[in-house]
């Protein structure tokens, strides 16, 4: 026991002055280099700073109504056109549909040539349309497709003689029974001579047809 003692002492003894020594070894290396943090710089990253990216601008979209009036000024009358000319018996009720050719001073208007032709037309229609009975027209239907035009007649019957009168400063011819209207002509009483003045404004007879045409071909400027 005491061998085993002894034995024990000697290696235990060096084991702790080695474990000493080198305690004391780390705690004066500690002291005289303390150790040194570095700091590193991290970078952080900065987000980019956002613009406004500018407004795209949009096509203007156009409105129905614009849209119509595009469409609308393109329709232009052609060679191809069909022409539809419906006279109207106002008195009668009465509609006769007639497709015609394109008259050729039509030819390439859009819809607000024609229509502005149209009423230079009513407004001074020619002696043959006035003896029919011809009172307006009207502008039904326009495409490069088809067109149609209504024309209104108050058809009167014959009369075997006539009164003229002045109405709007222009001379009007009345049937027989002195109230219906014959026809309406561009013939200014002014330009009349005085002596036939005075006999329109009580209201000149005329004997027939004949007379009628004799005198409307005499003032008619």
């Known amino acids: 026991m005491k061998f085993l003692k002894g034995v024990s002492l000697f290696f235990l003894y060096p084991c702790i002055m080695l474990g000493s020594g080198i305690y004391v070894g780390i705690l004066l290396n500690n002291y005289f280099y ?5 700091y590193v710089e991290v970078p952080v990253p900065v987000p980019a700073a956002q613009t ?8 203007e979209i156009p409105s129905a109504d614009s849209a119509e009036v595009l469409s609308r000024e393109k329709e232009v009358i052609d060679a191809d056109t069909e022409y539809i000319v419906e006279e109207y018996d106002t008195r009668r009720d009465t509609l006769v549909e007639t497709v015609w050719n394109v008259p050729p001073k039509y030819m390439g208007m859009d ?6 032709a149209m009423e230079l037309y009513a407004a001074s229609p020619p002696l043959t349309e006035q003896e029919r009975g ?14 149609v035009v209504r024309m209104n007649y108050a058809y009167v019957e014959p009369s075997k003689s006539f009164y003229l009168r002045v109405a709007d400063n222009n001379i009007v011819v009345y049937c027989d029974d002195g109230e219906t209207v014959y026809m309406y002509t561009s013939i200014s009483a002014l ?5 036939i003045q005075t006999q329109v404004i009580k209201g000149m007879f005329v004997e027939d047809e004949a007379a009628l045409y004799q005198f409307l071909e005499t003032y008619s400027s």
């Not at 303390?34 to 570095?38: C, D, E, L, T």
Request: proline letters at 11%.
């Open 34 to 38: 303390p150790r040194q943090i570095q």
């Open 52 to 59: 406004e990216e500018p407004a795209v601008p949009q096509e």
């Open 134 to 147: 011809f009172v307006g027209l009207e502008v039904r239907s326009f495409s490069s497709s088809r067109v």
């Open 191 to 195: 330009t009349l001579p005085e002596y």
């Open 111 to 116: 819809r607000d040539a024609f229509v502005t």
